[in-house]
């Protein structure tokens, strides 16, 4: 990791180690920065923009996939979520690619996301049946 990420992520979390030491709570959770797919960001490089896979184990053991969509954050927001403005797209899982507009949370459709134009209907996330046996297997 290069001393500047290093840096800036020492400022970041320096503050919460403080408050922990003095806190009687003494509770945070620190994870490690994860660097989203270079497509996604596209979207919106402020937030992680995140696939979200329902599916359900059925007693077969066979595993169904339910739904998938695709949250997309907004301009310097760092959350994909609703309460922050996010946007959601259906998925189809058989082929990747996004194939409802965008809506959210106050019911306003995109076809192309509003802060940075990049397309969202036709959007290919990966190529289908890849996506399908990646998160069957991980069940």
Request: aromatic share 6%.
């Amino acid at each position: 990791m290069e001393s500047v990420q290093v840096s800036v992520m020492w400022r970041m979390i320096h503050p919460l180690i403080k408050y922990g030491e003095s806190s009687k709570r003494k509770k945070a959770l620190l994870e490690e920065c994860i660097t989203q797919h270079h497509e996604l960001s596209e979207f919106n490089p402020t937030s992680v923009n995140t696939l979200r896979i329902v599916t359900v184990l059925c007693p077969d053991n066979n595993v169904k996939i339910m739904t998938a969509d695709l949250r997309l954050g907004r301009k310097g927001k760092v959350a994909d979520n609703f309460h922050h403005n996010g946007i959601a797209s259906l998925i189809d899982v058989d082929t990747g690619i996004i194939y409802t507009m965008g809506i959210d949370k106050n019911r306003r459709r995109y076809i192309v996301h509003p802060d940075s134009k990049k397309q969202i209907i036709g959007f290919v996330f990966h190529s289908g049946s890849r996506l399908k046996k990646r998160f069957v297997k991980r069940h």
